[in-house]
């Protein structure tokens, strides 16, 4: 099964925050790159944080995300450069 995913691009200065967001859990990851990086390339980098911190949740396309699931707490996970 394969997963929707919304992609945002968000210009800033000489760089572009990239969003990604799986439609099916409502997890939204972002990445922030040289706005001269191709679309392509910077899609690919978004959709691999997205699919990695899918899997550290422990999501799998099996797995979806109810109404009335509860949130784990947690979060942020950004990347510090």
Same mark, same amino acid.
């Given at each position: 099964? @394969?997963? !929707?995913?919304?992609? $945002?691009?968000?210009?800033? /200065?000489? +760089?572009?925050? %990239? #969003?990604? *967001?799986? %439609? #099916? #859990?409502?997890? $939204?990851?972002? %990445?922030?790159?040289? +706005?001269?990086?191709?679309? &392509?390339? *910077? $899609?690919?980098?978004? *959709?691999?944080?997205? @699919?990695?911190? *899918? &899997?550290?949740?422990? !999501? #799998?396309?099996?797995?979806?995300?109810?109404?009335?699931? @509860?949130? $784990?707490? /947690?979060?942020?996970?950004?990347?510090? %450069?």
């Amino acid at each position: 099964m @394969r997963r !929707e995913v919304i992609f $945002e691009f968000t210009p800033i /200065g000489t +760089s572009v925050k %990239v #969003t990604a *967001l799986d %439609v #099916t #859990t409502d997890l $939204e990851v972002s %990445v922030v790159a040289p +706005s001269s990086a191709s679309r &392509n390339e *910077l $899609e690919r980098i978004a *959709l691999q944080k997205l @699919r990695y911190m *899918l &899997n550290r949740q422990g !999501e #799998t396309d099996s797995d979806a995300k109810k109404p009335g699931d @509860r949130e $784990e707490p /947690g979060g942020g996970g950004g990347i510090v %450069v």
